[in-house]
């Protein structure tokens, strides 16, 4: 607050400048400036003592609900599940470097669930039944893909291996038949203007993934959504929205 009451002098004080004149009025006007200066400094000391505090925790702690920091951080281990389906699964988590700020959107998984088996359902299909162990495997992959920096059923970490060993191998998950779905919108705005529809949009447009999510054998399924405040170069560093959909029979 002591700040902002110098930068309002300063500024108070070049503008008198700028605007006193040439001559023998330079040295009265300056001389009346300074006496309006401190008048002003009084009051604003007076504001601030009273109003400062208050005014400065309110900024501090200010928060728009549903919003994430706009600034670029690190990720947090606070932000990964806090109970595992298995050993392996948290094996694997744990494992993930935290380069990137994150957060889960739980909110948008339940908007592409609602989503995904309503368009079953207007093609004559059974709905999908969610899973927390296909859930946890989807927000690995999309967390895997923002801190390993990459987009691609192949998995740089599992030496370029494909998304069956991640399901089967790494994450011991036990399904006959798996299918996976990814999709993300980067930008250079606000990242939580970004609707997950968008995600569920992309899959529906796209004959190979609309075939997945249309896919009679599937009985479960698990979506992961993460969005990011930062994020490395194949994202061009802008904050990116990553989805998984992970299928299983």
Not at 162 to 187: H, M, Q, R
Not at 205 to 215: G, I, T, V
Not at 229 to 243: A, C, H, Q, R
Request: proline fraction near 4%; glycine fraction near 6%.
């Amino acid at each position: 607050m002591k700040n902002w009451k110098k930068q309002a002098t300063a500024g108070l004080l070049l503008l008198t400048m700028l605007l006193s004149g040439c001559g023998n009025r330079v040295e009265k006007t300056l001389n009346r400036a300074e006496k309006e200066i401190n008048a002003l400094e009084e009051r604003l000391n007076t504001f601030f003592e009273e109003t400062g505090n208050a005014l400065e925790d309110w900024l501090t702690n200010w928060k728009v609900p549903g919003l994430l920091p706009t600034e670029e951080t690190k990720g947090s281990s606070e932000n990964l599940p806090s109970a595992y389906v298995s050993q392996a699964m948290e094996t694997a988590f744990s494992e993930l470097p935290l380069n990137y700020g994150f957060a889960f959107d739980a909110e948008g998984e339940t908007q592409i669930l609602n989503l995904l088996n309503a368009y079953r359902k207007e093609n004559g299909l059974q709905p999908l039944t969610l899973r927390e162990d296909l859930s946890q495997s989807a927000r690995y992959k999309s967390l895997a893909m923002l801190q390993y920096d990459y987009f691609s059923h192949d998995n740089p970490n599992l030496q370029g291996k494909p998304f069956d060993v991640l399901l089967w191998n790494k994450l011991n998950l036990k399904y006959s038949s798996i299918g996976e779905n990814l999709a993300f919108i980067s930008t250079s705005g606000r990242v939580n203007t970004i609707s997950a529809e968008e995600l569920f949009t992309q899959w529906k447009n796209s004959p190979a993934h609309n075939e997945q999510m249309l896919n009679p054998y599937y009985t479960a399924v698990g979506i992961g959504v993460v969005r990011s405040t930062s994020s490395g170069p194949y994202y061009k560093n802008y904050k990116v929205l990553l989805g998984t959909q992970h299928f299983g029979n």
